[in-house]
């Protein structure tokens, strides 16, 4: 069957599926479970409506549960044992969070996560605030905005094809294609470099990569409150004599305070995720390795799943207070 | 009133051209890609693809045609011939014959040839080499010519990359396994976090709260964790690795922010409407699809945009759950690292292959923008 027919079939199923689960399920609790008529009628409705919301959440539940809080758990266990060969698993305890902590491979990753983790969402949020204060009052502001935020619809592959052309070598006797070496002959340098090659400084290119890709989304959110802000606070300040700089930083940015502290979580949670690039750009060579692709390598190619495990919770870990965070603040507001 | 700060001359001017710099800097990376996949794989090799807009000058190595052509005119061996290709418009400069004198000669001037006889070559390409001896050899004699191009552009790549059937550059396999993985991948989340955030955002229950903490925390989970008890759990059910094993995934994935997203959306409904059907003897299920769902269109836009953005632009995922030994089932970000591999160095390929994935999300994105900013202004956990 053509994949194309299969997967039509398929929407239909999942389609009729779910809305039929959800309109038979109704069904049946008002009309066999608890029919709202007869002697019991009163306390039949309210029944029903006891069960009702369980109805609507259980297919959303299951599969949060299944898909993410389950694998959590899973990850946990998984780490604390090792495969034994013919099949079944013996716990190990913390042997593989040694191992992993003996091995370079993983305090690189570690070391240039922090890396990652510190730069890309402080340059995209900075990129960001700046494109977002600079066409707020502009007339083409918006095509502006448009087109910065368009790597935002290209995938992390196609990304890394776009820079590696930007990166690109050719011999020195030969015309250079890659934009950056084009620009480094062009401003005095002699030899044409191999950019991706170049340990501790190719990591930072691939940081652009990312870089270029969250600024729009910073942009965006950050534009957004910059309109929010009160007129009147920043008209007080112009009367009261503030420069256009005193203004951005004394008062515009005190205020949005919160946004950028959201966006520079998210885009945390986006670089801690961040696979695709490494993988498609370097791969980890020379020492461009991060905690997610050093995870790929460990479950995919050695096949421990031990230590695989392991470095996806030192992921986890390093997301939990974010999550925490996101979750009181939650709460706060719901309240 | 607060535009007095903007209305300086001077720094309105530097404005708009920091602005300027900025955005030329965001497109030129992709414009360069785009331009060469217009390219050749000659012209992407020897030149930057920004020379391609203008004439350029290049040092080509050329060859005569070989000595097999050659006809005996009034005793005279002759081999006549143009340089280059039909219907390139080139223009010489300079040439020469041997390697280390590639400009010794201009247009119209005549050389002697290291294996005896002459050649004359003139601006447009045509050569005419004459022997009083027979040429000998297989092949014809090597002229080095500096000529100036005019900018050229094909579609070949595309021609290449989207329609060669036997070619395993072909990405019209992948592009419908794309297709296949996204649209049910999309639509199925949306149905099933729609009841869901319902019933968190209009129904009383006990639990309530504690379960809008756990979708909110559960926003933030890394994928990675899941792909290990997730690839046993559908090997243990017997899926395997398939388009059933993606789809569920991708829906497990993309349903936190899918509830998260149209709970907020469905709670600042007005409470009146709500109200107003139920004492008017709608059901529950009545009320959802018929007032809920119109009413919450463009929060289910939102998400429908991110996670068909999402799904057609992951890696990770289809490669753990969907892509097989057999290849059969490659999606295009998975074709495009594959090519990363093994044709590095094939720019025309990877421009092309790269485009015809980008092109997609690029139209979606341009045509329902606000959608887009709308969802992430939603979306972004305050």
Same mark, same amino acid.
Do not use: C, Q
């Given at each position: 069957m053509h994949p194309a027919f299969q997967g039509l079939l398929t929407i239909a199923i999942g389609v009729s599926g779910c809305v039929g689960y959800f309109y038979l399920s109704n069904q049946f609790l008002d009309r066999v479970l608890f029919p709202p008529r007869g002697p019991n009628a009163g306390r039949n409705i309210n029944r029903a409506n006891m069960i009702r919301p369980w109805l609507f959440l259980f297919p959303a539940l299951a599969a949060l549960g299944l898909y993410l809080a389950y694998p959590v758990v899973e990850t946990l266990r998984l780490s604390l044992t090792d495969r034994v060969p013919g099949g079944g698993y013996k716990w190990v305890g913390l042997d593989n969070y040694i191992q992993m902590a003996k091995e370079p491979k993983f305090w690189e990753a570690m070391r240039n996560n922090m890396f990652w983790l510190?730069?890309?969402p402080a340059m995209s949020t900075a990129f960001g605030l700046l494109v977002a204060q600079l066409t707020d009052r502009i007339r083409w502001g918006n095509l502006a905005k448009s087109l910065i935020f368009m790597p935002m619809a290209i995938s992390f592959v196609g990304a890394s094809v776009i820079w590696k052309l930007v990166y690109d070598t050719r011999p020195a006797e030969q015309d250079q294609i890659g934009m950056l070496n084009a620009l480094y002959i062009f401003f005095g340098g002699t030899e044409p470099q191999t950019w991706l090659t170049i340990p501790f400084?190719?990591?930072f290119l691939l940081m652009v990569v990312l870089i270029w890709i969250q600024t729009g989304f910073a942009m965006v959110i950050l534009s957004a409150a910059l309109r929010g802000i009160p007129e009147e606070t920043i008209e007080a300040a112009i009367l009261d004599g503030a420069n256009p700089f005193q203004i951005f930083f004394r008062i515009k940015v005190p205020q949005i305070k919160t946004t950028i502290l959201v966006v520079w979580t998210t885009i945390t949670i986006t670089v801690l995720k961040v696979f695709d690039i490494v993988f498609a750009m370097t791969n980890g060579q020379w020492e461009t390795q991060v905690l997610a692709n050093y995870m790929y390598d460990k479950l995919f190619r050695a096949n421990d799943w031990g230590v695989g495990s392991a470095s996806a919770m030192v992921i986890m870990l390093l997301v939990a207070p974010i999550l925490v965070w996101n979750v009181r603040n939650a709460r706060q507001e719901m309240e | 009133m607060s535009d007095i700060a903007g209305t300086k001359p001077a720094l309105r001017w530097v404005v708009h051209a920091s602005v300027l710099f900025l955005v030329v800097l965001w497109v030129v990376p992709t414009l360069g890609l785009l331009i060469s996949s217009f390219r050749t794989a000659d012209q992407i090799a020897t030149s930057g693809w920004w020379r391609s807009l203008f004439p350029s000058e290049q040092n080509l190595t050329q060859r005569s045609a070989a000595p097999d052509t050659q006809v005996l005119e009034n005793g005279l061996y002759v081999i006549e011939g143009n340089l280059f290709d039909e219907g390139t418009k080139a223009t010489i400069s300079k040439w020469g014959v041997s390697s280390r004198a590639v400009d010794a000669f201009s247009p119209g001037e005549t050389a002697e040839l290291r294996k005896g006889g002459t050649i004359t070559v003139d601006a447009k390409g045509n050569y005419r080499m004459e022997n009083p001896e027979e040429f000998t050899g297989s092949r014809g004699s090597r002229v080095f010519a500096t000529a100036e191009l005019p900018p050229e552009f094909t579609l070949d790549n595309y021609h290449k990359v989207?329609?060669?059937?036997?070619?395993t550059d072909s990405m019209g396999r992948a592009f419908f396994n794309t297709l296949t993985v996204t649209i049910p991948a999309t639509i199925i989340p949306i149905l099933v976090a729609a009841f869901a955030a319902y019933a968190?955002?209009?129904? &009383?229950f006990p639990g309530r709260a504690l379960i809008i903490a756990a979708v909110v925390g559960l926003l933030v989970v890394p994928l990675q964790l899941a792909l290990i008890p997730l690839l046993k759990f559908?090997?243990?059910i017997g899926i395997g690795k398939g388009y059933l094993g993606v789809w569920m995934a991708h829906t497990?994935?993309?349903?936190?922010?899918?509830?998260?997203l149209l709970r907020n959306y469905m709670a600042g409904l007005p409470r009146d409407l709500?109200?107003?059907a139920r004492v008017d003897g709608a059901t529950e299920f009545q009320i959802f699809t018929k007032l809920i769902l119109p009413l919450s269109f463009p929060a289910l836009a939102s998400f429908a945009i991110f996670q068909f953005l999402w799904t057609w632009n992951d890696l990770l995922v289809a490669k753990v759950f969907l892509? &097989?030994?057999s290849g059969q089932t490659t999606v295009m970000t998975n074709r495009i690292v594959e090519l990363l591999g093994t044709r590095g160095g094939n720019w025309e390929i990877l421009a092309t292959a790269a485009f015809v994935s980008i092109i997609v999300p690029l139209i979606v994105f341009f045509a329902m923008q606000k959608y887009l900013v709308r969802g992430l202004l939603a979306g972004s956990v305050k």
């Open positions: 510190i730069i890309v400084w190719n990591s | 989207l329609l060669a059937e036997d070619s968190l955002a209009w129904m &009383d559908h090997l243990n497990g994935f993309g349903l936190p922010l899918a509830i998260y709500i109200e107003n892509i &097989d030994a």
